[in-house]
Nanobody
Framework: QVQLVESGGGLVQAGGSLRLSCAAS????????MGWFRQAPGKEREFVAV????????YYTDSVKGRFTISRDNPKNAVYLQMDSLKPEDTAVYYC??????????????????WGQGTQVTVSS
């Protein structure tokens, strides 16, 4: 069955960096766009970044542009989120997710059909 497992979260000071990883298994990874979302306490799950199946297109939410970088390694069935210049407002649980086929919306959580368990990112000021 489809399995997504995130790792790499933790506690970091403002201005620091973290690299999140998501290991995928149980399906043909290279066929699917992959996204990262985050959810802070009391807030809705929000889109962070997405990368298409072959890495040809990448999109970010405005608040992370220039600071976060999404990438993928199809032979390793993995997607990554490099987070630099972290801010306290980046504190959230971060989830990787598999985009629906065919053509699930890239920008909203309902466009994704499989989710990892999440990894906590905490940025202290």
């Amino acid at each position: 069955q489809v399995q997504l497992v995130e790792s790499g979260g933790g506690l970091v000071q403002a201005g620091g960096s973290l690299r999140l990883s998501c290991a995928a298994s149980g399906y043909s990874f290279s066929r699917y766009a992959m996204g990262w979302f985050r959810q802070a306490p009391g807030k809705e799950r929000e889109f962070v970044a997405v990368i298409t199946s072959n890495g040809g297109a990448i999109y970010y939410t405005d608040s992370v542009k220039g600071r976060f970088t999404i990438s993928r390694d199809n032979p390793k069935n993995a997607v990554y989120l490099q987070m630099d210049s972290l801010k306290p407002e980046d504190t959230a649980v971060y989830y990787c997710a598999r985009n629906k086929l065919p053509g699930g919306t890239l920008w909203h959580y309902w466009g994704y059909d499989s989710w990892g368990q999440g990894t906590q990112v905490t940025v202290s000021s």
